[in-house]
């Protein structure tokens, strides 16, 4: 996250204020205004994690050291696997460095890799990870990362009081600091600014404005990130071969891609 442009609870919330109001003012953590404004935030964040294929919010998960004659590993429920582009399952050694890649396939076309030897594939389901074949010595030890598309850092405030006699719970103050989890938390508090004067009657003649004023926004990063960014490397296949075609040839250099050809 760029510190540059990085906002606290406490800035967001008086930022997305001054876009509705127009005026420089800030309300107390302990106040409903407050705590309605940070929800509206969270929801913008996790609205925003499904733009642009989850590569706002791409990660890598350990999920297990590999063993020899290993062919599944159990998986967490919540994690989601990236399959994107050119994203793999990788193996690396004690240092982090890769060592051996496995592309995802369709799990109803796992079966016909299991003579591959050569090569490593997997599928996965939402409880386990499953290889094309068991895994050998040298892949003993080594750990097994999975790309996944993770879920936004949300804003955490105490619960409200459910009596209006009972004092307020005080906010901590590492809440109030914590960052917008967003490279360019600008597009986050417009979508906050749009979604919070959808439900505020003061603010919903403003709806379309405000939408006009995200969206350009979004266009606008969209834009920049694809158009100034390298693209990807991309298979030419629909089911990557990480080898030459007939598999009678390894690959000149450390890592397969899914474009290796066999010519004369």
């Known amino acids: 996250m760029n510190p540059d442009v990085a906002m606290t609870l406490d800035e967001a919330v008086q930022e997305v204020l001054s876009t509705l109001t127009g005026l420089e003012i800030a309300y107390r953590p302990e106040l409903d205004r407050y705590r309605a404004v940070t929800r509206h935030i969270n929801k913008a964040l996790r609205l925003t994690a499904l733009d642009a294929e989850w590569s706002y919010y791409s990660s890598v998960?350990?999920?297990g050291i590999a063993l020899s004659g290993m062919n599944e590993v159990p998986m967490r429920s919540s994690v989601r696997p990236r399959i994107i582009n050119d994203d793999a399952v990788r193996l690396v050694d004690a240092q982090g460095v890769p060592r051996v890649w496995a592309y995802f396939l369709p799990r109803d076309s796992l079966h016909k890799y299991n003579g591959r030897q050569a090569g490593l594939w997997c599928a996965h389901t939402r409880s386990s990870l499953k290889f094309s074949r068991a895994l050998g010595p040298a892949e003993q030890g080594l750990e097994i990362q999975v790309?996944?598309?993770?879920e936004p850092r949300m804003f955490r405030l105490p619960d409200a009081p459910e009596n209006e006699s009972d004092a307020p719970q005080i906010v901590p103050q590492d809440v109030r600091d914590q960052l917008v989890d967003f490279d360019?938390?600008?597009?986050?508090?417009?979508r906050t600014a749009y979604l919070y004067a959808q439900s505020d009657p003061v603010g919903q003649p403003r709806v379309q404005t405000l939408e006009d004023q995200y969206k350009t926004m979004m266009y606008a990063l969209t834009e920049r990130d694809e158009r100034n960014t390298d693209s990807a490397y991309q298979?030419?296949?629909f089911v990557p071969v990480s080898g030459s075609i007939d598999g009678s040839a390894a690959l000149s250099h450390s890592h397969p891609h899914s474009d290796e050809r066999q010519w004369g």
């Open 235 to 237: 298979n030419d296949f």
């Open 61 to 63: 998960e350990s999920i």
């Open 184 to 190: 360019y938390p600008d597009l986050v508090l417009a």
């Open 147 to 150: 790309p996944v598309m993770r």
